[in-house]
């Protein structure tokens, strides 16, 4: 059936009526000859109070053993709960040894303690709340798109691009070489054919894990016009920083029939406070919660901000001459050319009001190849969204849909040959079109005030951490 704990506590009809629920005891306390539990199922926030007489519980009924209890719903006398259950019976569906477990009852743990436990981190309350806002923004996404009549479309995970540019992929081959099985020989003998540079791949040319699904997207585009992904991407970047992982989710967007960067900014901007609004209004106890474990419950203040109040924009070049005037402030320098770090990123949020700030307008030499030239032949049709707090949350750009164009920023990179059927998407009935990509990790810095990314994913990996 539905029912949950969650479901439970919010059904006051349900007072009066037998019920059996499973879940994970949060505490134990002890009152004269009656026994207090706690449960959680992780379906909530809230847990469920049970009484029982203390000859009725199972010894091993400890903080974190899993039973699964039934009894009478009643109404509460006490403050802070509608319904508590009565206990018929306890029964102990998993021990927890106590001696060994890493987290207690009482305790506080640490974000970065509870990193050393990852597999045991989703039994911490607020971990489990982190889980239910990620499920929940993942929703938002889709329902965000589907509303708008983008297309989902799966890109593939494994391609011989580096969209960025940046050479921070992942190779993707077999493991232990290439093996050629006894029953495809012969007629798969292309296997373990060399390929142009002289290696053996699986894949006859080398295989990467993906970066960014972008280009693949920009196919379908042109094809079915709005078009989004939400799936994992790979970096190979060494920076171990509070807003880094080696594996991300990104949600990106490609549309075509955008004549200018405005079109899309407005996308964005409304792709953003959509789906905050839908947190704030649809998650709110959970919302409440999660802030409150971190104790940064005026965050909410903030996001609320961020929903009602447009978002401020800048173009890089605006954007260096305002640095430039604070330059004594920062550790590096900035000066028209330079690539925007951390510091200056923050420095923008907060001078522009404490708002998320799109950059836009940037030198060419600072973005891929894929972006559209402007007028100027210095500055090229790109955007990126900063978020105070987290930084770069979006990048995205209207795309070069000049062959000639296209060709003079493929070559000089030598890899015109590789782009061949990239460029040709230009040829075969190209539309001016452009896109974006959100890292979804940071975004849920963004909306939850998390300090480290590396507490947004159930399992983060970063350098020399892929452990489990
Ligand atoms: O700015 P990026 O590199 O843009 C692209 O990959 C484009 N091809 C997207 C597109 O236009 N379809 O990455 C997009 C976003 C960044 O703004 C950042 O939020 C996030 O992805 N990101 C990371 N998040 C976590 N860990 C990392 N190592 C990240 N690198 C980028
Ligand atoms: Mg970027």
Redesign the pocket.
């Known amino acids: 059936s539905k029912q949950n704990i969650s479901t439970i506590l919010q059904d006051e009809t349900l007072c009066g009526s037998t019920i059996s629920i499973s879940g994970w005891v949060k505490s134990v306390r002890q009152h004269k000859d009656n026994v207090f539990l706690h449960i959680s199922d992780g379906s909530g926030p809230k847990h469920l109070q049970i009484i029982a007489s203390t000859q009725n519980l199972p010894e091993s009924v400890t903080f974190a053993s899993c039973v699964r209890v039934q009894g009478e719903l009643k109404e509460s006398p006490a403050r802070g709960q509608s319904v508590e259950l009565v206990a018929d019976s306890i029964s102990l569906l998993g021990a927890c040894d106590n001696t060994t477990f890493p987290f207690g009852a009482r305790h506080k743990h640490s974000a970065e303690y509870c990193r050393d436990f990852l597999h045991l981190r989703p039994k911490t309350d607020s971990f489990a709340s982190l889980l239910r806002l990620r499920s929940a923004a993942t929703a938002a996404f889709h329902s965000y798109f589907q509303k708008e009549g983008y297309l989902y479309v799966q890109t593939p995970i494994l391609t011989s691009n580096d ?2 540019g940046g050479g921070e992929v992942f190779a993707a081959e077999p493991a232990y070489g290439i093996k050629e099985s006894a029953a495809d020989s012969g007629s798969d003998s292309e296997v373990s054919q060399e390929s142009q540079d002289g290696k053996k791949h699986f894949f006859s040319n080398p295989a990467f894990l993906t ?2 699904g ?1 280009l693949h ?1 920009e196919a379908v585009a042109s094809a079915v016009s709005k078009v989004y992904n939400f799936g994992p991407t790979f ?1 190979a ?1 060494n920076s171990r920083g509070r ?4 594996e ?1 989710y ?1 949600v ?1 967007a ?1 549309v075509a029939f955008l004549h200018s960067l405005d079109q899309l900014i407005q996308i964005m901007e409304d792709m953003v406070q959509e789906t905050c609004q839908q947190i704030l209004t649809h998650h709110q106890a959970e919302l409440d919660f999660y802030l409150q474990r971190l104790g940064t419950q005026k965050h909410k203040e903030f996001l609320e901000r961020v929903v009602r109040s447009p978002f401020a924009r800048l173009t890089y070049t605006e954007a260096v001459q305002l640095l430039e005037k604070h330059n004594h402030r920062f550790k590096h320098q900035v000066k028209w050319g330079d690539d925007l770090k951390k510091e200056h990123e923050k420095y923008l949020t907060q001078e522009m009001g404490d708002v998320p700030v799109f950059v836009t307008d940037f030198p060419a030499e600072l973005k891929p190849f894929y972006a559209k030239a402007n007028q100027d032949d210095k500055t090229v049709a790109a955007v ?1 969204l900063l978020v105070p707090g987290v930084g ?6 209207l795309r070069e849909d000049d062959l000639d164009l296209l060709t003079c920023r493929l070559r000089p990179l030598g890899i015109e040959e590789q782009y061949r059927w990239y460029t040709e998407l230009c040829q075969f009935g190209s539309s001016p079109h452009g ?5 979804f ?2 975004y849920l810095q963004f909306i939850l005030a998390t300090p480290n ?1 590396k507490d947004t994913v159930p399992f983060p990996r970063w350098s020399r951490h892929c452990q489990l």
């Open positions: 969209c960025e970066v960014s972008q997207l970096r970047e807003h880094h992982l080696s991300f990104m990106e490609e990126d770069e949350l979006i990048g995205g750009s896109g974006f990509g959100l890292g990790e940071r990314i």
